[in-house]
């Protein structure tokens, strides 16, 4: 192909058109169809892929709130699964500084009104407290210096809860005086 020939001139010699007829060519999307069907078929087919897969990418954000952001975006063919990420992540940072400057609100209002133990950390929960089975008893020797002394190891004090879960030991509760 001659390099001094412009762009319209190379549509129209592809269309198999002649070099004079491309001063008057007016490539349009019926000219494209008409003369490159195959071609203008793979790109739309393309296009409807990438529409379908930026749609798709921004709808990965609907159902966890922002629905006007996921709406907006949707609507306009400029606006990527990206774009929507950022958007929702600033309008979640937004709605979280609110709720934590209501708590914050809140908490200055009942502060005088609470008990003290409720204010104070005397109302910590004890050690264990939520926990069940060896995470418990783990946690239970490991804060108490009286089960560290009477049982020396966390090993030996897991093996009597065990048992004890278990049934298989007898704990008596009143001393008997044998005098």
């Given amino acids: 192909m001659n390099k001094d020939i412009g762009m319209l001139a190379a549509v129209a010699c592809a269309a198999g058109l002649d070099k004079d007829k491309a001063e008057t060519l007016e490539v349009s999307a019926a000219f494209i169809k008409q003369h490159f069907g195959a071609v203008a078929a793979e790109l739309i087919g393309e296009g409807a892929k990438a529409e379908q897969a930026r749609i798709t990418g921004i709808e990965a954000f609907a159902g966890l709130g922002h629905d006007k952001i996921i709406a907006e975006h949707k609507a306009d063919p400029s606006k990527t699964a990206l774009d929507t990420g950022f958007a929702f992540a600033a309008a ?3 709605t979280l500084a609110k ?4 708590l914050e609100e809140d908490e ?27 995470p418990k008893w783990t946690a ?3 804060s108490s210096q009286d089960l560290q002394a009477e049982f020396s190891t966390e090993a030996r004090y897991l093996a009597f809860k ?8 007898k704990i008596l509760r009143n001393k008997i005086d044998n005098r």
Wanted: charged share 25%; proline share 2%.
């Fill in 108 to 134: 200055g209002k009942v502060k005088g009104i609470r008990s003290e133990t409720a204010n104070s950390s005397a109302a910590e929960k004890p050690a264990g407290y939520g926990l069940v089975g060896e």
């Fill in 162 to 169: 065990k048992a004890e879960a278990a049934g298989t030991v």
């Fill in 140 to 142: 239970e020797f490991g």
């Fill in 99 to 102: 709720q934590v400057a209501n």
């Fill in 92 to 94: 979640q940072r937004a």
